[in-house]
């Protein structure tokens, strides 16, 4: 079974979550006129050997807030059933099991779902940069010693040339798989404040 902490989600929903904190504090646009939903296939919900139903992680914003749950849609009583979560809650998030998600889906639709939501993408950015030096110890030194002052260094290292601003979904995408390698080196070496 693979360790809880490194799992994607796990270590991009909490600084997702913090960063819209901010960008809301900010005064950041935003027209919620209902709950905006996020589903992952996650499996089935298996009885002797045969699958009964599907198995789905749902993420979801409602009053700015991001929550995630994991659901089974057979029954009730299965252990894959998890509370409300709030996004913020990486210990909690811990407890879904994320397993049976394609890192690579992840990654392209929870993109997808955070440009829906149609924030102001400069200042969603920089609310992202900021909670990553806000709730890690820096400078970051990882487990294979090399050592990083702030976030910004750790994104641009191996930076695509080509991959701009201008580019939204690609240069989100991109931000957001090194926010989660960020925070998961983060945890590994105990530099996770809060």
Not at 7 to 27: I, M, R, S
Not at 104 to 112: D, E, I, S, V, Y
């Amino acid at each position: 079974m693979p360790n809880p902490d490194e799992y994607y989600p796990v270590n991009v929903l909490p600084p997702v979550t913090w960063a819209l904190n901010l960008y809301f504090k900010k005064g950041g646009p935003f027209k919620q006129t209902r709950v905006v939903e996020l589903m992952f296939p996650a499996g089935e919900h298996r009885e002797m050997m045969r699958s009964k139903g599907p198995h789905e992680i749902l993420i979801w914003i409602s009053d700015k807030q991001i929550y995630a749950r994991g659901r089974c849609t057979y029954k009730r009583e299965c252990d894959f059933n998890s509370e409300r979560i709030e996004g913020t809650d990486r210990e909690g998030l811990k407890t879904i099991d994320w397993a049976p998600i394609n890192d690579r889906k992840f990654f392209k639709l929870f993109t997808r779902w955070v440009l829906k939501l149609d924030l102001d993408f400069v200042l969603f950015v920089r609310a992202l940069v900021t909670v990553c030096d806000k709730m890690v110890e820096t400078p970051l030194t990882t487990q294979y010693g090399k050592t990083f002052k702030k976030f910004n260094d750790y994104r641009s290292e191996g930076w695509p040339e080509d991959l701009k601003p201008d580019r939204r979904a690609a240069f989100l995408e991109e931000i957001l798989v090194r926010v989660s390698f960020w925070f998961q080196t983060a945890a590994t070496v105990d530099a996770l404040r809060g």
